[in-house]
């Protein structure tokens, strides 16, 4: 090992010059606040503080226990203490033997990140992912995504004994995770509702209109329902399409999804117009009865039962 200075392991030079610029780098001019940002990130900043400072001999007893690791504790840089691991999506050293921003936790590798949507000349940087992505139902009949989310909350809520109880999403009745929309129309037009189902076994999705006892389309050749797949994974999803529609069709239709845990159902209007009917009552009349979508509309989005 070459040393610049007697007694001084050479990358202590390094960081006697860096350091300065590295905290001029680090501190925005206009900002009296030190850096804030995930406590991980100062860790490795402070570690760049302290390094050429040699470990020295391990004294467990002076390590400060590190509180409320979600992805569980890894030794420090000294391989002397513990501290907390970092948690899926959080940056790693891709070389273990560098330890700027630390070990990922149980269940988690070090992974480059060459995503598709990286600027130009942007490096990949490397983080924390979990080695599975088979989702599975905990002992608190909730469904997690894999098994990294699941001991995640395992560890921020300890006196819950969270386990797994089963590989695979937790049995459940159909949720419906899109529901069909309210919808006026004139006469002539093509309408459809949309249903978007989330459920383990799979479900299944029929369609009634209120008043009718059949399942649709019946035999009636302007009603079509279509079913697909998707578009997550445990999701069906299905859609009522009525062409040219006529004042007959006016009602409330329901798509009512099933498996063996049992059904729900969600019921969407449909109210056809003439264009007379249409002149006459105007816009403003339907705006006020909440039928004319907003300007913006938000997609209604439901974080289904996936932790
Ligand atoms: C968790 O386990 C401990 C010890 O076995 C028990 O005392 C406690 O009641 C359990 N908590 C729950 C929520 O089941
Ligand atoms: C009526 O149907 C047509 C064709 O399906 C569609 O383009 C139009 O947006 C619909 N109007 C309303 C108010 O939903
Ligand atoms: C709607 O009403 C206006 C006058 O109130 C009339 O000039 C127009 O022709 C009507 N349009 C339709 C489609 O009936």
């Known amino acids: 090992m070459s040393r610049v200075h007697p007694g001084l392991p050479a990358n202590h030079a390094t960081a006697a010059w860096a350091l300065p610029l590295l905290l001029l780098l680090l501190l925005p001019p206009t900002s009296a606040r030190p850096s804030a940002g995930p406590g991980y990130l100062r860790r490795g900043w402070l570690r760049l503080l302290t390094e050429g400072e040699d470990c020295g ?22 391989d002397c203490c513990w501290e907390c691991a970092n948690l899926e999506g959080q940056l790693c050293d891709l070389d273990p033997s ?4 630390g070990r990922c ?13 990286l600027h130009r000349g942007e490096v990949p940087e490397p ?3 979990c080695r599975s992505q088979s989702p599975l139902c ?32 937790c049995e459940s009745e159909p949720k419906i995770v899109s529901q069909p929309r309210d919808i006026w129309n004139v006469t002539g037009q093509d309408v459809i509702f949309g249903c978007e189902v989330f459920a383990y076994p799979m479900a299944s999705i029929e369609w009634k209109k209120d008043g009718w006892d059949v399942q649709l389309p019946g035999d009636d050749p302007h009603i079509s329902v279509q079913f697909r797949g998707g578009p997550q994974r445990f999701e069906v ?15 409330t239709y329901r798509c009512i999804a099933r498996n063996a845990l049992g059904w729900v ?5 449909l109210l056809v117009l003439t264009p007379d009917q249409l002149n006459s009552t105007g816009i403003p009349r339907l705006k006020s009865l909440n039928l004319v979508p907003e300007e913006a509309e938000n997609e209604e989005s439901y974080d289904y039962d996936f932790y």
């Open 265 to 269: 159902e969600a019921p969407a209007s």
């Open 237 to 251: 999803t299905g859609w009522l399409q009525i062409q040219a529609v006529r004042s007959s069709d006016e009602g």
């Open 105 to 117: 936790g149980e269940q988690l590798e070090c992974r480059l990140d060459a995503g598709d949507d």
């Open 98 to 101: 560098t330890r700027f921003y």
């Open 127 to 129: 983080w924390c992912a």
């Open 57 to 78: 001999p391990c004294r467990p007893e002076l390590c400060a226990a590190p509180r409320g690791c979600l992805a569980g504790q890894v030794r420090d840089a000294c």
């Open 138 to 169: 905990g002992s608190d009949g909730r469904t997690y995504a894999q098994i990294c989310r699941l001991q995640e909350a395992a560890r921020a809520r300890p006196d819950a004994n969270l386990t797994v109880a089963h590989p695979g999403p």
